[in-house]
């Protein structure tokens, strides 16, 4: 069992920068890999970055690539997607999950096992 928890979410201005953590609870989180999906109002739900368990192997989506970056400190169990240049479609409910699939990092939300509950991120034009 792994429970994930979401911080740093908030209110942008286009152009701007945030820094999402997602915190671990359980054994042996870097034997995970790990990744974060958003959700815009009315819309489904997108994966967006995942990184290896030993932080290794990262991937992104096309739509993030070059302005997101995520990284993991196993020593403090924890994650985090740092997000630079962003634009107002970047709006959503940002969540972290967890996954035993690696290489490749898969994208598809039923290959994580566990969730986290969201952080609203907001970014003003």
């Known amino acids: 069992q792994v429970n994930l928890v979401e911080s740093g979410g908030g209110l942008v201005q286009a152009g701007g920068s945030l820094r999402l953590s997602c915190a671990a609870s359980?054994?042996?989180?870097?034997?995970?890999?790990m990744g974060w999906f958003r959700q815009a109002p009315g819309k489904d739900r997108d994966f967006v970055a995942a990184?290896?368990?030993?932080?290794?192997?990262?991937d992104f989506a096309n739509s993030v690539k070059g302005r997101f970056t995520v990284s993991r400190d196993n020593a403090k169990n924890t994650v985090y997607l740092q997000m630079n240049s962003l634009k107002p479609e970047d709006t959503a409910v940002y969540s972290c999950?967890?996954?035993?699939?690696?290489?490749?990092?898969?994208?598809?939300?039923?290959?994580?096992?566990?969730w986290g509950q969201g952080t609203q991120v907001t970014v003003s034009s």
């Open positions: 990184i290896s368990g030993s932080g290794g192997d990262t």
């Open positions: 999950a967890a996954t035993l699939r690696e290489f490749p990092m898969p994208r598809a939300e039923y290959e994580y096992a566990y």
């Open positions: 359980g054994r042996a989180f870097s034997g995970y890999g």
